[in-house]
C-alpha cells in the first residue's frame, strides 16, 4: 500500500505538535520566553502542515461521464375527486337579502 505525502504530513502533524508544545515548555522553564507570548507558534506550525497537506493532496478522480440528462418521468395527471390538482367548484353564493342573527 503507498502512502501518499498528504496522508504522511497527516500521521506526522499530531507528534509535530506535541514536539513544539514541548520545546515551548522547555524555553519557557530556562527562562528564555514566556510561554504566554510563544504560544501562537503552536498554531503557526498546525497552519503551515494543513497547508503542506492541503497542497500534497491528490486530485479527486473526475465522474464517469452519463449519457444527457433524462427528467424524471410523473405519473399521468387523473383530474378525478380526491386527487391532488383536482378542481373543487366553488361554494354557493349566500341567500339573497344576507342571514339574520
Request: hydrophobic share 40%; charged share 5%; glycine share 8%.
Amino acid at each position: 500500500m503507498a502512502v501518499s505525502s498528504s496522508d504522511f504530513i497527516q500521521a506526522v502533524r499530531g507528534p509535530l505538535m506535541l514536539i513544539t508544545l514541548g520545546v515551548l515548555i522547555a524555553v519557557h522553564q530556562f527562562g528564555m520566553l514566556s510561554f504566554s507570548t510563544s504560544w501562537p507558534v503552536l498554531v503557526i506550525v498546525f497552519g503551515v502542515l494543513k497547508l503542506l497537506e492541503r497542497t500534497t493532496r491528490q486530485p479527486a478522480p473526475a465522474p464517469a461521464a452519463a449519457g444527457p440528462y433524462t427528467p424524471p418521468s410523473y405519473p399521468p395527471y387523473s383530474p378525478t375527486p380526491g386527487t391532488p390538482g383536482y378542481n373543487i367548484p366553488p361554494s354557493p353564493p349566500p341567500p339573497p337579502g344576507g342571514t339574520r342573527v
